[in-house]
């Protein structure tokens, strides 16, 4: 697959989200002076590997069942004291 220069402008409709290496399919009209401008540009859905299993990973359970309730909002302070002593 080969790269060509063209140029986009505000007329030009973009459908997806464009990022290095995307794959595009582009409508484009030829200006006189040989430029290439855009008229609208297609972002292929990225290419999913399939030769890797989808959750190969076991950190991101450990990462959910992580039993540190750390800002998880689990310990209350019901006290009326004005807790400027720590306690």
């Not at 505000?10 to 009209?29: K, N, S, W």
């Amino acid at each position: 697959r080969g790269g060509r220069s063209l140029v986009i402008n505000r007329d030009t409709e973009i459908d997806g989200r464009l990022f290095e290496g995307a794959e595009v399919e582009v409508e484009a009209v030829r200006r006189s002076n040989g430029t290439l401008v855009a008229v609208v540009i297609e972002v292929e859905e990225p290419r999913v590997d399939r030769s890797r299993s989808e959750d190969d990973d076991d950190d991101d359970d450990e990462e959910e069942n992580d039993s540190d309730n750390s800002g998880s909002g689990s310990s209350r302070d019901d006290d009326d004291d004005d807790d400027d002593d720590g306690y």
